[in-house]
C-alpha cells in the first residue's frame, strides 16, 4: 500500500479569512440592496404625491379661472332688453358652507366665487356656479352643493395660500378688485422620511412664510 505523503485542505486561518471576505461582501451587496430599495420607494412616493396633487389642482384652477364669468343674456320677448348674472368672489354665498364671513386679509386658505355656468342670467344653487375651496386638516375640499358637504380632492396637503391681484398686479384683499389669483400649495408625501429634517422656508411669490407653524 501507498502511504498519502501530502494531504491537501484549509486552515483553519484561511477559513476565517474567506468567511470574512464573503462577510464584507454579503454586506456591501445588502447595503446597495437597500439603497435600491429606499430610492424605489422615495419614486413611488414622489409620483404618488403628484399624482394626488394633480388632479386636484388642476380642478381648482380651472374653476378660478371661470371665477365671474357672466355672459350677456338678450330677452327673447324683447330683444333690446339684455340681462346678466352678478357672478364673482364672495365672502359668504351660503352660511350652510361658512359660519363667519370670509376675510381675504387673513383666511387666505380658503376662496368662494360665483360664474354663470349655463349663461341663463341666474346663479344656480349648483356645483358647477356656487363653488368654494378650502384647506381642512391636511385636505384640499371643494364644497358640494348638491350633496351639501365639503368633499376631499387632494390629501398630504400642509399649506394652501391664495394670493389676490387687480388689474395692475397689485395685491388687494377687496373681492370686486380680484383680477388674478396666485396659488401656492405645499404637499408632501404618505410616508415620513424619519430620517428628513426639515429647514426649508416656504414662501409664496409675494415672499410670504405660507407655513409659519
Known amino acids: 500500500m501507498t502511504r498519502l505523503q501530502h494531504q491537501q485542505g484549509f486552515t483553519l486561518i484561511e477559513v476565517l479569512v474567506a468567511m470574512v471576505c464573503s462577510s464584507l461582501m454579503i454586506a456591501a451587496l445588502y447595503q446597495v440592496f437597500h439603497s435600491q430599495q429606499r430610492s424605489f420607494m422615495k419614486q413611488d412616493d414622489v409620483t404618488e404625491m403628484q399624482q394626488n396633487l394633480r388632479a386636484g389642482l388642476y380642478l381648482m384652477t380651472r374653476d378660478i379661472r371661470s371665477a365671474g364669468f357672466a355672459p350677456i343674456k338678450s330677452d327673447p320677448v324683447d330683444p333690446y332688453a339684455f340681462t346678466q348674472a352678478t357672478a364673482g368672489?364672495?365672502?359668504?354665498?351660503?352660511?350652510?358652507?361658512?359660519?363667519?364671513?370670509?376675510?381675504?386679509?387673513?383666511?387666505?386658505?380658503?376662496?368662494?366665487?360665483?360664474?354663470?355656468?349655463?349663461?341663463?342670467?341666474?346663479?344656480?344653487?349648483?356645483?358647477?356656479?356656487?363653488?368654494?375651496?378650502?384647506?381642512?386638516?391636511?385636505?384640499?375640499?371643494?364644497?358640494s352643493v348638491s350633496r351639501n358637504a365639503w368633499e376631499p380632492i387632494a390629501n398630504n396637503i400642509d399649506a394652501l395660500n391664495f394670493v389676490y391681484l387687480d388689474s395692475d398686479g397689485n395685491v388687494t384683499v377687496v373681492p370686486t378688485e380680484f383680477k388674478a389669483v396666485e396659488v401656492s400649495l405645499l404637499v408632501r408625501t404618505g410616508d415620513q422620511d424619519l430620517k428628513y429634517t426639515n429647514t426649508q422656508i416656504f414662501r409664496n411669490k409675494q415672499g410670504v412664510d405660507i407655513c409659519p407653524d
Open 89 to 143: 368672489f364672495e365672502t359668504n354665498f351660503d352660511p350652510a358652507i361658512f359660519e363667519n364671513d370670509i376675510n381675504y386679509a387673513e383666511d387666505t386658505n380658503v376662496i368662494a366665487f360665483t360664474m354663470d355656468d349655463d349663461g341663463d342670467g341666474i346663479i344656480q344653487a349648483n356645483d358647477n356656479e356656487k363653488i368654494a375651496y378650502r384647506l381642512q386638516g391636511n385636505n384640499l375640499e371643494r364644497f
